[in-house]
C-alpha cells in the first residue's frame, strides 16, 4: 500500500481556497499512484478556527467542501480534518474529526480524544471528546488513526486519563496515522519526534505523521512531517517552513530500513535559554510569519521605523526576506538625541538591503510639543514624559504614513523589552503584527549574526555598539535594564520554564535582580495587553497563549 503526506498551507475559512489545494493534492497523489492521501488536522477549514465554529454556516461550508473532496476519491482513499457534528443530546455540537473517505464516500469518521486547553490551544471550548474508538480497514490492512494530541500523552505525567491508541491496540492495526496541527517553537521539533519514537516502541507499529505548514496570525506551524519505521526510525521528514509532499510503501516500514535514521533517542528539553538554539528556524518562522500574515490578509506592503538599533535592523531584514525589498519602507526619524552614527547606519543598512527609506526629522514637531505643554508641564525636571513624547510622535507619523498608502506597521520590540515595560504605549509599541515581540534580546543579536552569516547585509557597528533608545542625552539600555545577557535567561526561567522567584535564585540569580525583574514583569502587564499580535516562536509567548491577570499582586 502507497501512502502519501500532503503538508499544505491553509487559511483559516477560506474554504474555496482550502478545498482547491486538497483536491490538488489528491491529484498529485493520483498521479505518483498512491493508494492513500493523508491530509493535517481541521485542514479543510484551517486551524485553529476558534470561535468561527460556533457559527452555523461554517460547519455547513465545512461539510460542503467534504462533498466536494469525496468526489474526487473513487480510485485513491483520502484522510482530511474537518469538524463533526455530534449526534448525541448529551455534550458539545461538535468533534475534531478525521474524514476518511473512499470510492466517492465517507467510510468512516474518526473523533480526536485529547483536547488540549493550554497555551494556545482551547479545544475543550468547541469540541467534545471520542468516547468510542474503531481502527480503519482498507486494503486488508487496519489503521489506526489519531489526531494531534492523540498521541501526546506518554510519559511520566500524563496530562489526561485516557490514552486512545490503548484502546486501538486492541484491535491490532498495522499502522498508526496521525494528522496534526502542532504549531512550531525552538524546541519543538526534536521534543515531536521523541514523542512520535515513544509511540512507536510502545506499540511497535509504524506511524506516519502529516503536520500542517504556514502561519496563522500569531501561530506558525512548521511542518516537518514524518515517517517512522516499526524500529522507532525516522524514514523520511519532509522540510520544515514549507508545502510538500511524500510517499511510503506500508510494507516496508515492517522492517528495519538501511537509510533511516535513529530518532533522537538523546533528547533533552532546554533548561536555560541558549542565545543561538535553532536560530535558524527561528528565522524561518518569522519570515513565514510575515509573509503569511500579509498574504492571507491581503497586504502586500510594510512599514516600519528605522533607528540604526539592532531590533529594527533585525526586524527590516527579515521584512525584506518575506514581502520583497521594494515592498518594505524604513523611515528614519531622528531627534535632537539621536546620534549621527545611528543614522548613517540605518542609512547603510537600507543601502544594503535595496529598501526604500525616509529621513523624516522630528525635532521641530518635538520642540512644538514642548511648547505646547511647557505651561502644564509646570518647570518639572525632564523625565519619562519628555521622553516618551518622541517616541509617540514616530508612532503617529508612521499610522499616518500607513493610512496613507496601505502599508502595515511592523512592530519592532523585542520579549525583553516587552517583559520589563520597557517601551512607549501608543509610540514604539504601535504596530500591525510584532515580529520580534517573541524573540529576546540576545537572541535579536544572534539572528543578526545570522542573517550576515555569508556577508555584511546588518553593519557590523549596529551588532556592536550599546543598545540606546536614544531619548536623552547619552541614554543606554543599561541604565533602565540588567545586562541582557543575565536578563533573558532570568525572564526565561520565569515566563518559558514557570519558575517562582525562589526557584530562581535557587539557580544563582541575585535575589534583588529576581525581585526587581519580577516586578517589572507584572507591573507592566497592561502595556502587554494592549500590545499587537506576536508571532509566536517560544513555548510561552506573549498574547493568546500567556493569560496573567492585569491588576494582581503575585510576585510583587
Known sequence: MKIILAQQNYHIGNFERNTAKIIEGIQAAKAQGAHLVVFSELCVCGYPPRDFLEFEDFIVQCHQAIDQIKAHTHDIAVLVGAPARNPQKEGKDLFNAAWFLHEGEVKQVVHKTLLPTYDVFDEYRYFEPAYEWQVIPFMGKKLAVTICEDIWNLGDNPLYRICPMDKLIEQQPDVMINLSASPFDYDHDEDRKEIIRANVLKYRLPMLYCNAVGSQTEIVFDGGSLIFDAQGNVVKELPFFTEAMDSVELESLATRNDQATLANADFTPLTELIFDHNIDRIYDALVLGIRDYFGKM??????????????????????????????????????????????????????????PYDIIRIDDIYNSFLTTLKPYFKGLPFNVAEENTQSRIRGNLLMGLSNKFGYILLNTSNKSELATGYGTLYGDMAGGLSVLGDVYKMQVYALARYINREKEIIPVNIIDKAPSAELRPNQKDSDSLPDYAVLDKLLYQYIERRQGPKEIIAQGFDSALVSRTLKLMNTNEYKRNQFCPIIRVSSKAFGVGRRVPIVGKYLI
Open 298 to 355: 491581503g497586504f502586500s506592503k510594510a512599514i516600519l521605523g528605522s533607528s540604526g538599533g539592532i531590533d529594527s535592523a533585525v526586524t527590516l531584514a527579515i521584512a525584506c526576506d518575506a514581502l520583497g525589498k521594494d515592498n518594505v519602507r524604513a523611515v528614519l526619524m531622528p531627534s535632537p538625541y539621536s546620534t549621527e552614527h545611528s543614522v548613517d547606519d540605518a542609512v547603510r543598512l537600507s543601502e544594503n538591503l535595496g529598501n
